[in-house]
């Protein structure tokens, strides 16, 4: 039995409904996901889905819209779990920790949308739970994020003419600073899946 598992947090329709999704910083994040996907069932590593649902709010994450479900190209095998979370990382309001435990997993990569939102929250929480996490930075996607003072609702075009707004390249080189040597072991897709890389 293996003690490692993928977990494929919110790579979901919901986040290509939104106009800024042609600015996202993983364009290619089902090819991405599907190398990890592939390298881990070959290990016979244990993949959890997730998604994001936000019920109720009308929005592009309310299930009754129809885009809380995987982007086209990505899709669980049979036994694989998928967990439907309503907080930012993917333990508190699932039963991920008990899926893990019961499988007898230790270590923990994680990959998806968004690097600095979801991703990193989970890497985070899992690190403090105890599993031995690695995040996957080129299989995560960021967007432009605004400045604080933005008003919410402004335009995209405001949002990417705005120099204060954070560019998707300054979330990542964040996002790998803050958790490397804390919270997590950061690796890229080809370091998981080469391999030439994985036996180095």
């Known amino acids: 039995m ?4 993928l977990v494929v947090i919110d ?26 996907v592939d390298a881990a069932r ?15 709010t009308g929005g ?9 479900r ?5 899709a669980p095998a049979a036994g694989e779990p998928t967990l439907v979370k309503t907080s930012h990382n993917a333990f508190t309001t699932t039963n991920l920790q008990q899926v893990l435990t019961l499988a007898g997993i230790r270590e923990v990569t994680v990959c998806g949308i968004r690097t600095e939102q979801c991703v990193e929250t989970t890497t ?6 105890g599993y031995e996490m690695t995040f996957v930075t080129d299989a995560t996607v960021t967007f432009p994020t605004p400045h604080r003072d933005l008003p919410a609702d402004a335009p995209l075009e405001r949002i990417l003419a705005d120099p204060r ?25 080809a ?3 080469d391999p030439v890389a994985v036996g180095a």
């Open 11 to 36: 790579v979901q329709e919901s986040f290509r409904q939104r106009p800024i999704w042609a600015h996202a910083s993983q364009p290619d994040i089902v090819d991405q996901v599907n190398r990890l």
């Open 165 to 189: 707004t954070l560019s998707t390249a300054d979330i990542v080189a964040r996002t790998e600073y803050a958790l490397a040597g804390r919270f997590a072991t950061v690796r890229t897709v």
């Open 70 to 74: 995987l982007i086209d190209g990505l």
């Open 60 to 68: 592009v994450f309310d299930p009754a819209l129809g885009h809380v």
């Open 191 to 193: 370091e998981l899946t």
């Open 2 to 5: 293996s003690r490692a598992a």
């Open 124 to 129: 985070r929480v899992g690190c403090d739970l």
């Open 42 to 56: 070959r290990r016979g590593d244990l993949v959890v889905w997730v998604l994001h649902a936000e019920p109720g």
